[in-house]
């Protein structure tokens, strides 16, 4: 076998292994994007090779159109660039399984929360951190705040898996002595946590980042303004525009419409930004009749 097809399958390999983690985890559905069913779509990109039909020994050699042979060459193949995607994305989320780096949370945990998504997502959204639902079940967001978010993404337009979804520790911050509850993660732990999720950030190339809640928008941006002042005002982060909004866990303690229609004209300003079609309905969810 030859080098190129030796990593071909070896991409292969890494992809059918990310699935199949996906599939054991409950997902059932991955979002893909027209872009990359086209690239898929596409018969490999050929390269001429020339080769000369048999003639006669005492004749010169005449080359003919019809005697141009096209051959598959695999160094042009498109597909090996997606699969790339995704072996990486595959070995990112390896290393952060296995990451002790923060030894109290590593022992404390009961898994590692790495995220949720698709890998070709325009939106993704970022928290602070998981609390116990997410740590008994290993995703983000799984919790009654999570269902909260899960109906927010529908009522764009979208699913859960067609968008990322993602926190800055990938560990349940511990709570010694408590057997309920969460504590806000320190700076220490977000600092030597966010570089996985920066490659979370760099792989998707996201057109939009949603930061929930106060402690996400600190962790990423540095600012202690107060989410109440950042809310609604674009930023940028790694060069991608931010919203910062609401946590919906702040939604499930106020439930003031004032405060849901804050959280919901982020969204608008989300939708719109990605240049999604936005129904009149959509525009006057929580507004007082």
């Known amino acids: 076998m030859s080098p190129m097809a030796d990593a071909y399958e070896q991409l292969l390999d890494a992809t059918i292994q990310h699935l199949e983690d996906l599939k054991s985890r409950g997902v059932r559905h991955v979002a893909v994007s027209p872009e990359t069913l086209v690239s898929l779509a596409k018969p490999p990109v050929k390269s001429f090779q020339f080769q000369v039909s048999s003639v006669q020994p005492q004749k010169t050699p005449e080359l003919k159109t019809e005697d141009l042979k096209l051959e598959t060459s695999p160094a042009l193949d498109p597909r090996p660039s997606t699969l790339d995607k995704v072996a990486a994305f595959a070995a990112l989320r390896e290393r952060a399984l296995a990451c002790v780096k923060c030894p109290n949370l590593a022992s404390s945990r009961k898994n590692v929360v790495f995220g949720v998504g698709s890998i070709e997502a325009q939106l993704m959204f970022v928290g602070e951190a998981p609390g116990a639902d997410e ?6 967001f799984v919790g009654k705040a999570g269902q909260l978010l899960t109906k927010i993404i529908q009522a764009t337009g979208l699913s859960r898996a067609e968008v990322y979804i993602a926190n800055i520790l990938k560990c349940r911050p511990d709570t010694p002595g408590q057997n309920a509850g969460n504590r806000k993660p320190t700076p220490d732990e977000m600092t030597t946590c966010i570089p996985y999720l920066h490659e979370q950030i760099d792989l998707i190339q996201p057109k939009v980042i949603v930061a929930l809640g106060a402690t996400a928008v600190e962790g990423l941006l540095g600012k202690s303004l107060g989410i109440t002042k ?60």
């Open 230 to 289: 950042l809310r609604g005002t674009w930023k940028t982060y790694r060069g991608t525009p931010l919203m910062p909004t609401y946590h919906p866990a702040y939604l499930l303690r106020n439930q003031a419409m004032s405060e849901k229609r804050r959280v919901w004209e982020d969204m608008l300003a989300v939708m719109e930004k990605l240049g999604m079609p936005i129904s009149e309905k959509q525009w006057n969810y929580f507004l007082k009749g």
């Open 135 to 140: 740590d008994e079940q290993g995703e983000p």
